[in-house]
Antibody
Framework: QLQLQESGPGLVKPSETLSLTCTVS??????????WGWIRQPPGKGLEWIGS???????YYNPSLKSRVTISVDTSKNQFSLKLSSVTAADTAVYYC??????????????????????WGQGTLVTVSS | QSALTQPASVSGSPGQSITISCTGT?????????VSWYQQHPGKAPKLMIY???KRPSGVSNRFSGSKSGNTASLTISGLQAEDEADYYC?????????FGGGTKLTVL
C-alpha cells in the first residue's frame, strides 16, 4: 500500500524559507505514470495546489506562487521536497503531499496532463510566526 | 487563474440525493476531461471520490457519481448517509496548472 509522509519544521519565521520533504513508501517515485505534488490548506479554508514534479525533474507550478516555489525530487531516497521562500503569515497552512496521476502525453508541450490526486499524506501544519 | 466556483454549502436529509456544481471556464473544466472530486472530513486528508469527470476509484460507493456539461462539472450523492457529511472539492487540470474549487460543505440534516 502506497504511503506518503510529510516532514519538516512546524514553525517558520516570516521572510524565511519553508522547507518540507515527502517520503514515499510502498512504491517507486520513479514510476513513469505519476507526478508528485504539494497542496496546502490554510486553517478553515480551501485547498490550494502548489505544484507537482515528475521523477525526471519536470515541474508544474501554481502561477500565483511560482516566483517563490521550488519543488525537487531525490529518486535515490524516494523523496520529493518543497521550498517556499519569503513566507508570511498567509503561508500558514496544513501542507499535504500527494501522488498525481500522469495521463495523456501532450506532444505539443512535452508534458503529461495531470489527472487525479489518488494518494495523500496525512498533512503537516506549518505556522509562520516570529 | 481563478478558483473553480462551488456553492459554499448544500444540505439534504438521509436517503435524499444532492448535487454539487463546479463551474470553471473553457480553459479548464471545459477543455479537459480531467475533473476530479475529493471528500474531506474534519482533520483528515482529502479522499479521491471521482476522477475524469465520472469514474469512481475502487472502493468508492456507487452512490457517488459525476458528470460534466460544458464548463460545469457536477457531483451527485444519492441515498445520503450521515457519513457523507463533509467538505467536497472539485479540481481540474487547466493546461499548465491545476485549480481547485473553493469547497462545498455538505450537511446531512
Amino acid at each position: 500500500q502506497l504511503q506518503l509522509q510529510e516532514s519538516g519544521p512546524g514553525l517558520v519565521k516570516p521572510s524565511e524559507t519553508l522547507s518540507l520533504t515527502c517520503t514515499v513508501s510502498g512504491g517507486s517515485i520513479s514510476s513513469s505514470s505519476y507526478y508528485w505534488g504539494w497542496i496546502r490548506q490554510p486553517p478553515g479554508k480551501g485547498l490550494e495546489w502548489i505544484g507537482s514534479i515528475y521523477y525526471s525533474g519536470s515541474t508544474y507550478y501554481n502561477p500565483s506562487l511560482k516566483s517563490r516555489v521550488t519543488i525537487s525530487v531525490d529518486t535515490s531516497k524516494n523523496q520529493f521536497s518543497l521550498k517556499l521562500s519569503s513566507v508570511t503569515a498567509a503561508d500558514t497552512a496544513v501542507y499535504y503531499c500527494a501522488r498525481h496521476v500522469a495521463t495523456y502525453y501532450d506532444i505539443l508541450t512535452g508534458y503529461y496532463r495531470l489527472g487525479p490526486l489518488d494518494y495523500w499524506g496525512q498533512g503537516t501544519l506549518v505556522t509562520v510566526s516570529s | 487563474q481563478s478558483a473553480l466556483t462551488q456553492p459554499a454549502s448544500v444540505s439534504g436529509s438521509p436517503g435524499q440525493s444532492i448535487t454539487i456544481s463546479c463551474t470553471g471556464t473553457s480553459s479548464d473544466v471545459g477543455s479537459y476531461n480531467l475533473v476530479s472530486w475529493y471528500q474531506q472530513h474534519p482533520g483528515k486528508a482529502p479522499k479521491l471520490m471521482i476522477y475524469e469527470g465520472s469514474k469512481r476509484p475502487s472502493g468508492v460507493s456507487n452512490r457517488f457519481s459525476g458528470s460534466k456539461s460544458g464548463n460545469t462539472a457536477s457531483l451527485t450523492i444519492s441515498g445520503l448517509q450521515a457519513e457523507d457529511e463533509a467538505d467536497y472539492y472539485c479540481c481540474s487540470y487547466a493546461g499548465s496548472y491545476v485549480v481547485f474549487g473553493g469547497g462545498t460543505k455538505l450537511t446531512v440534516l
